[in-house]
């Protein structure tokens, strides 16, 4: 699998339209075919920072994201919304996706 987590920073003045700015993007690639998960979250320390977590399922699937016209159209959109580059981990990973947690699990009311 592909992980891949991007923190971007937004101007001040998209902070509270950053996900709206970017859903056409993000709803194109949850239905590319090698797709597993791209999921949005705020840091708790810099609401104008975003936190993606993205899965592929192998590098096939990794490059026809990053040469989807989607994927050129959504860099184009938030270019001019971020404050500075993203940072980036990408790595190949042995996983097909999620497991659970094997430390923890929910304690019987």
Do not use: C
């Amino acid at each position: 699998m592909i992980f891949i987590v991007v923190k971007f920073t937004v101007r001040p003045e998209y902070q509270d339209s950053w996900l709206s700015l970017v859903d056409d993007f993000t709803q194109a690639t949850r239905q590319e075919p090698g797709n597993l998960f791209f999921e949005w979250s705020t840091s708790v320390d810099n609401p104008r920072e975003f936190v993606l977590v993205e899965g592929f399922a192998d590098r096939k699937a990794g490059d026809e994201h990053v040469n989807s016209a989607h994927f050129k159209a959504g860099l184009e959109t938030m270019a001019g919304a971020i404050e500075s580059t993203p940072q980036i981990i990408s790595s190949e990973i042995d996983a097909e996706g999620w497991a659970p947690m094997g430390e923890l699990s929910p304690r019987e009311a």
